[in-house]
C-alpha cells in the first residue's frame, strides 16, 4: 500500500527556516519522481521542487529558488523541504507526491506552514 505522510508544518517568522520531511512506503523512490507542491488560500495549487527520476535533476519553483532545498534519503524512503529565508507568502499547506513531476499519482496529507511578517 502506498503512503505518504508529510510533517514538519508549523509558524515561523519571516526569515526563518523549517525542514519538512515526507516519509514513503510503497514505493521505491530510485524508480519515480518526488515533488513537493503548496496551495494557500484561494490560490491554485503550485509545484515548489521535484525530484525528477527521468534526468536525476531536481527542479525548483523561480518563487523559492535558492531558498529551498530538496532531497532525499533512499535508505530511509524520507524525502526533505529546507526552506530557508521564508517569506508570508510561502505560507500555504504543503504536500508531498509520487509521480510525474507535472502530475502526481499519490499524494500525500499536507503539513501547513504559516509565515508570520
Known amino acids: 500500500e502506498v503512503q505518504l505522510q508529510a510533517s514538519g508544518g508549523g509558524l515561523v517568522q519571516a526569515g526563518g527556516s523549517l525542514r519538512l520531511s515526507c516519509s514513503v512506503s510503497?514505493?521505491?523512490?530510485?524508480?519515480?519522481?518526488i515533488g513537493w507542491f503548496r496551495q494557500a488560500p484561494g490560490k491554485e495549487r503550485e509545484g515548489v521542487s521535484c525530484i525528477s527520476s527521468g534526468d536525476d535533476s531536481t527542479y525548483y519553483a523561480d518563487s523559492v529558488k535558492g531558498r529551498f532545498t530538496s532531497s532525499s534519503d533512499n535508505a530511509k524512503n524520507m524525502v526533505y523541504l529546507q526552506m530557508n529565508s521564508l517569506k508570508p507568502e510561502d505560507t500555504a499547506v504543503y504536500y508531498c507526491?509520487?509521480?510525474?513531476?507535472?502530475?502526481?499519482?499519490?499524494w500525500g496529507q499536507g503539513t501547513l506552514v504559516t509565515v508570520s511578517s
Open positions: 510503497g514505493f521505491t523512490l530510485e524508480d519515480d519522481s
Open positions: 507526491a509520487v509521480g510525474p513531476c507535472v502530475r502526481p499519482w499519490y
